[in-house]
């Protein structure tokens, strides 16, 4: 159980440094971040509706809940790993197809930008 409680609190830093390395200046990484911490917070929502008293002592639903939203979370994780592999390869073909001068690319549109993973 303390591995389960552990391993929940660590995810909230990660999705916020992925963020930080991989959205654009200004307008983007603002609304980026507005919506990871307002999806964090559904977390409050979903388990005081799942985690019902008359369940108790163990929480057949709640924990249900809790493992198809890992599974749902490790299963986009795998999916945004592979799609920044593939954007990065993508972006590493066309570096040297860029006719506009580097001062006019900005963010991700300048060829050595890079997803990190």
Same mark, same amino acid.
């Given at each position: 159980m303390f591995f389960l409680t552990a391993g929940? &609190? /660590? +995810?909230m830093p990660i999705q916020v440094v992925?963020?930080? /390395?991989n959205v654009g200046k200004g307008y983007k990484r603002t609304v980026a971040f507005g919506m990871v911490i307002a +999806?964090?917070?559904c977390g409050a929502f979903? $388990? $005081?509706n799942v985690f019902l008293t008359s369940e108790a002592p163990k929480y057949h639903l709640g924990f249900s809940v809790g493992m198809g939203m890992f599974m749902l979370a490790t299963v986009t994780s795998t999916l945004m790993y592979v799609g920044l592999r593939l954007e990065n390869s993508k972006q590493t073909r066309r570096a040297g197809n860029d006719t506009l001068g580097d001062e006019e690319l900005t963010g991700e549109k300048h060829?050595? =930008?890079r &997803? &990190? =993973?």
């Amino acid at each position: 159980m303390f591995f389960l409680t552990a391993g929940g &609190y /660590i +995810v909230m830093p990660i999705q916020v440094v992925w963020l930080a /390395i991989n959205v654009g200046k200004g307008y983007k990484r603002t609304v980026a971040f507005g919506m990871v911490i307002a +999806v964090g917070n559904c977390g409050a929502f979903i $388990s $005081s509706n799942v985690f019902l008293t008359s369940e108790a002592p163990k929480y057949h639903l709640g924990f249900s809940v809790g493992m198809g939203m890992f599974m749902l979370a490790t299963v986009t994780s795998t999916l945004m790993y592979v799609g920044l592999r593939l954007e990065n390869s993508k972006q590493t073909r066309r570096a040297g197809n860029d006719t506009l001068g580097d001062e006019e690319l900005t963010g991700e549109k300048h060829p050595d =930008f890079r &997803y &990190y =993973f």
